[in-house]
């Protein structure tokens, strides 16, 4: 049996449900997810591998116009995951019509000349499924898809097809990743990425967005299923400090404590969490800050 594998791209608007539905497909939790936009700020691989054939998701931020420096690097990483992959697949949600962002997706996958999956999400939120159909014919005027499939991700309804079709997109060639390798992203990372999706999840809308996590320490201990860890909350005003903390702290004990919940389920062992608050104005527009979170000062440009 020959082993065939594909890369995929997620692309799509913010806030469609790109990182539900790699969770989904994946069946982990490896992206973080909330209702605001501009939840997911760089490329997360996930890996998929069933029998024969090995899909490697890269799941990127929803489209949108930089306002500063981490926004630029937002939109480089969407460009360069489209110009590096076999297939994409554009997530839109059930009930909407054609975006300026939709479009500027079709411009970029005719340049490349890539197959790409229609998906249709949230189908579960539509009561009159009739209005589907319009949908399906005015986005297949914009460009010529590979498939359209419609589903949920939150139910699981039509996941299975997704998978299908993007399975008969892939080649022969071998495995590109170990067959128990789930995501490339580092465990600092996910960690990272849990607390500051409770940040999105707890706290008002424009915080979270002027708000990083960095992971100070991780360590386990020896002869022991303890792993202690030290995080910093990098925000840009004193006063969105004094949210992030609450009253009384209280407010910081709970995103800790949710956060650590989602890591012991996810690394399997209890975890120790301490965290702190620390004010970095302007955050998203200082380079130095920005490579010391991960992301790389030449998409910056």
Not at 16 to 25: E, I, P, T
Request: aromatic fraction near 6%; proline fraction near 3%.
């Amino acid at each position: 049996m020959e082993k065939k594998s594909a890369f995929i791209a997620i692309v799509g608007r913010p806030n469609v449900g790109k990182s539900s539905l790699l969770n989904r497909m994946l069946k982990q939790k490896i992206a973080i997810v909330s209702s605001k936009p501009q939840t997911t700020r760089t490329r997360i691989m996930g890996v998929l591998t069933e029998d024969d054939t090995q899909l490697v998701f890269i799941d990127t931020p929803g489209l949108h116009k930089p306002k500063n420096s981490l926004d630029q690097y937002m939109l480089r990483s969407v460009n360069e995951s489209v110009a590096g992959v076999d297939a994409c697949m554009l997530v839109v949600e059930a009930g909407t019509h054609i975006t300026e962002g939709e479009r500027m997706f079709a411009e970029k996958f005719r340049s490349f000349d890539l197959p790409v999956v229609l998906v249709i999400n949230k189908i579960d939120t539509v009561r009159d499924k009739t209005g589907l159909a319009a949908q399906i014919a005015e986005f297949s005027a914009l460009y010529d898809f590979t498939a359209v499939v419609p589903c949920s991700a939150q139910t699981g309804e039509g996941v299975n097809d997704i998978k299908s079709e993007l399975r008969a997109l892939s080649a022969e060639g071998g495995f590109m990743f170990d067959e128990d390798t789930l995501t490339d992203q580092p465990e600092r990372v996910l960690a990272a990425e849990m607390i500051r999706e409770k940040l999105l999840r707890l706290l008002d809308k424009e915080i979270p967005h002027g708000a990083a996590v960095y992971i100070e320490r991780m360590k386990e201990r020896e002869n022991s299923d303890i792993i202690d860890m030290d995080a910093v909350i990098f925000c840009e005003r004193d006063s969105h400090k004094g949210i992030i903390i609450g009253k009384g702290g209280a407010m910081l004990k709970k995103i800790g404590s949710y956060a650590r919940q989602d890591m012991e389920k996810f690394f399997g062992c209890r975890v120790n969490l301490k965290i702190w608050v620390k004010v970095k104005e302007d955050w998203r527009n200082r380079e130095g800050i920005l490579r010391s979170l991960g992301y790389d000062s030449n998409d910056f440009q």
